[in-house]
């Protein structure tokens, strides 16, 4: 009887050995599945739920190769040039796998069928989960005020050196109006006075500095002369007008000889915001090309620039030979002159209309 009782005691014991043994095992088996999920997390960065249904080698090897080759495979392209990188990946049963992925601009979530043999993964098919397709970026993430002034102010501060194209007549492009139609994608509409361009500028932040990835002229509004948008309206010109007759000497780079002033012969105007001016003082007839803008019904000249073919030619057209003196512009029409050296040159109502008019 005690032999039993003893032999009793020994299979309790083994079993409850064994059920610790069991007990130990299974649970340092989860651990090191937990670990080693933790490891492709970690490493991977997209395989964030691993199925243990399935191999971890599996998993990996097709993780591997949906991140190497996910642009050839989506049946939509990427936006503005971009590259489409994966996000998150999920093997819901064998040969299946649920891929997010997106390029900055859109995100996309497929179903992927595959096979795997020897470790080379086949995609027999690929397709767009559609209440997941196309998903605007910017609808996920609305972007927020200041992340938009921050871009602004740094357009504006750089916009020339952004441009594809340079001003015309070395000026200075200017921001005229942004919109931000999705995140991380500027439309930045600029001009110079003289030709408008509208671009699309993609852009990324670093430590709280603005980098522009993408700058890009959108053709349907490339170059639009700035005539060809808004005609110069006849009472415009006729401000302008006057605001050059009466600032034309203060306006002009070169002075009036003799102590003369300047007066306006014609101006004329072949697109919007400028104006070709002829002027002269009696002595010289000079041509200048003048920017100018409004500012609260004000007129502004930004740029008042001579016209080199032509500028500072002599009004008489007389030659380095000649000995008269020219009294153009001293009140008196000289129409009988003497013909010896020292005396005045001979005037008419056209070379000299100041004197003669």
């Known amino acids: ?134 998903n605007d970026l910017n609808e996920q993430e609305e972007l927020s005020v200041e992340d938009q002034e921050v871009v602004t102010t740094y357009l504006e ?17 200017y921001v005229t109006n942004t919109t931000y139609p999705e995140t991380n994608v500027v439309i930045v509409d600029y001009e110079d006075g003289h030709i408008a361009l509208t671009a699309q500028a993609n852009y990324t ?19 639009n002369d700035l005539n060809e948008q808004e005609e110069l309206s006849v009472e415009d010109q006729e401000v302008v007008t006057t605001y050059l007759e009466n600032n034309i000497s203060a306006l002009s780079p070169e002075d009036a000889q003799l102590g003369g002033s300047f007066y306006i012969t014609e101006v004329t105007y072949p697109e919007r915001n400028i104006a070709i001016v002829d002027y002269e003082d009696g002595h010289q007839a000079l041509s200048a090309r003048a920017n100018y803008e409004f500012n609260d019904g004000e007129v502004e000249v930004g740029a008042f620039d001579l016209i080199p073919d032509g500028s500072t030619v002599e009004r008489n057209n007389t ?39």
């Open 1 to 134: 009887m005690s032999k039993n009782k003893t032999k009793t005691i020994l299979i309790s014991l083994v079993v409850i050995l064994l059920i610790v043994v069991g007990v130990y095992a299974l649970t340092n088996q989860n651990n090191n599945e937990a670990n080693l999920s933790n490891e492709i997390n970690n490493e991977e960065g997209v395989l964030t739920n691993i199925n243990p249904d399935i191999s971890l080698e599996e998993q990996e090897v097709v993780t591997d190769y949906l991140e190497n080759n996910i642009s050839a495979l989506s049946p939509e392209d990427a936006q503005l040039g971009g590259t489409f990188y994966v996000t998150n990946i999920y093997f819901p049963e064998k040969n299946v796998v649920i891929v997010d992925y997106e390029d900055g601009h859109i995100a996309l979530t497929a179903q992927a069928n595959y096979t795997l043999d020897d470790d080379e993964v086949e995609i027999t098919n690929f397709d767009l989960i559609e209440d997941t397709n196309t």
């Open 319 to 357: 030659s380095d030979d000649e000995i008269c003196v020219d009294m153009c512009g001293d009140g008196i029409c000289q129409e009988m002159v003497c013909m010896g050296e020292g005396c005045p040159c001979a005037e008419t109502a056209e070379t000299c209309p100041a004197d003669c008019s």
């Open 205 to 223: 932040f670093d430590d709280g500095e603005v980098k522009i990835t993408n700058f890009d002229l959108i053709e349907d509004t490339n170059t």
């Open 157 to 173: 501060n750089n916009i020339s050196a952004l441009s594809p194209e340079d001003a015309v007549l070395g000026g200075t492009f």
